[in-house]
């Protein structure tokens, strides 16, 4: 399957303290919108938010952006979030280039590698994948560990004032239709 369009993005279930099996990665939850950066084999990029049916094209608006992504691979598609500097009110502006907020983009996942799409292969190798790159800011690739503690891991969050957590099992695939988001129970989300 090769990287044609955007995609509708995997979304987290809320966790509600079931029993965990396996072995989960722990992130923080950024407050921001979502959104998909796309670079095609022909090295055109394009950014896009999540709710495809309404059509959430930002690539003209956030096109001054383009110069931070020379070092992504062609035929890439990655998984943010995007935020800013003084927060979720802030990403209007980032949109609209006010220069009332500076951009920060926090990586998550990729989905397309080199044209190739790759959601088949577990988290933990996907994210061995997005070390490689030479991320440059506004473009951070969004830390993540073992979850040992779920209270130890939501307090620390609390403390660095993120949103929550979201905990993923460190073997799971990347899920795309055609049709709309597929909500997974391979990843949680965790308010407080």
């Known amino acids: ?6 995609v509708f993005l995997m979304q987290p279930i809320p966790y509600f303290g079931e029993k965990l099996k396996g072995v989960w ?5 950024i407050d921001g919108w979502r959104l998909q950066i796309i670079k095609y084999k022909d090295g055109h990029v394009e950014f896009w938010g999540r709710r495809l049916e309404k059509k959430p094209n930002w690539t003209e608006s956030l096109k001054y952006l383009n110069h931070s992504l020379k070092f992504l691979p062609e035929g890439t598609l990655l998984d943010c979030e995007l935020y800013s500097d003084k927060g979720r009110r802030g ?7 006010t220069n009332k907020a500076s951009p ?6 990729v989905v397309y590698y080199k044209n190739k799409y790759i959601g088949k292969l ?3 190798e996907r994210k061995m994948i997005l070390k490689t790159f030479r991320w440059k800011e ?3 690739l969004l830390e993540h560990k073992r979850l040992k503690n779920l209270e130890e ?18 073997n799971s695939p ?3 239709s055609k049709d709309g988001p597929i909500a997974t129970h391979y990843w949680r989300k965790v308010k407080y």
């Open 122 to 124: 577990p988290l933990k």
């Open 153 to 170: 891991s939501l307090k620390e969050a609390s403390e660095k004032e993120f949103e929550g957590i979201v905990i993923k099992e460190v």
């Open 25 to 29: 990665f722990v992130e923080p939850k």
């Open 104 to 109: 920060l983009i926090f990586v998550f996942d």
């Open 1 to 6: 399957m090769e990287l044609e369009k955007p």
């Open 91 to 97: 990403i209007p502006s980032v949109i609209k280039r």
């Open 174 to 176: 990347y899920l795309i």
């Open 138 to 140: 506004p473009f951070f």
